[in-house]
């Protein structure tokens, strides 16, 4: 038998993304203790012996932001030896895209929406992991349409085109756009219109049968319970 002498922690640490008033934001938390006390910290949490990765991400996620039930894609796992100031942690980060009006969380003192592109001091290397987040993101928009996780269930493609604008961060053209998504596997054409008395009706649109999984990542989600 061999002494096996313990050499590092392992965490787990949450990205949840969504669009808020036409930007992208990243739900925090503030920490209360040291290090970084005071600091806006990704929701994140020690792995405990009796549960995997996913199941720590969960229950991380639920007692951090009281958010649960949503899919989550393993992202990275982070283990620089001086990512944290008193101690080895290797931590297993994952993320998730959700629509605004899915996670009802009222912004407090203590946690709240940051927009990606004006981050407040973060703790650890958090906005290291939020970058990596969003790379995975514009990544993922090559493999399959994720930014319908994004989106209202039906959608404009002007509001399609907007949520991968925010997501690559540039412009795209409207004609060519257009094109591309309304040949989209999975895209549903509706016989549905927006209802506006101040601009032209827009036909709306849906997604279905997408499949998001990969052999890079996968996605975890909580049952729901009957």
């Given at each position: 038998m061999y002494n096996v002498t313990k050499t590092h922690e392992i965490t787990v640490d949450v990205v949840i993304l969504t669009i808020k008033n036409n930007n992208i934001h990243v739900l925090l938390v503030k920490r209360t203790s040291e290090p970084f006390n005071g600091r806006w910290a990704i929701p994140g949490g020690y792995v405990r012996l009796s549960e995997n990765l996913d199941e720590a991400a969960l229950r991380v996620l639920k007692e951090k932001t009281a958010v649960d039930n949503i899919y989550l894609e393993q992202l990275y796992t982070f283990g620089d030896p001086l990512r944290h100031p008193n101690a080895r942690v290797i931590t297993c980060a994952y993320f998730a895209l959700v629509r605004s009006e899915d996670i009802k969380i009222a912004?407090?003192?203590?946690?709240?929406?940051?927009?990606?592109?004006?981050?407040?001091?973060?703790?650890?290397?958090?906005?290291?992991?939020?970058?990596?987040?969003?790379?995975?993101?514009?990544?993922?928009?090559?493999?399959?349409?994720?930014?319908?996780?994004?989106?209202?269930?039906?959608?404009?493609?002007?509001?399609?085109?907007?949520?991968?604008?925010?997501?690559?961060?540039?412009?795209?053209?409207?004609?060519n756009f257009r094109k591309k998504a309304i040949s989209t596997n999975g895209l549903i054409e509706l016989d549905e219109y927006t209802k506006s008395s101040s601009k032209r009706p827009a036909r709306l649109y849906t997604f279905e049968n997408i499949e998001l999984n990969s052999k890079r990542a996968h996605f975890i989600k909580k049952e729901k319970t009957k």
């Open positions: 912004s407090t003192p203590e946690i709240g929406w940051h927009k990606v592109s004006d981050l407040p001091a973060l703790a650890f290397d958090h906005k290291e992991i939020i970058q990596y987040s969003m790379k995975r993101t514009r990544e993922r928009l090559e493999i399959c349409p994720v930014a319908y996780q994004l989106l209202p269930e039906k959608f404009t493609l002007t509001e399609m085109q907007k949520a991968y604008e925010l997501i690559m961060g540039k412009k795209l053209d409207k004609r």
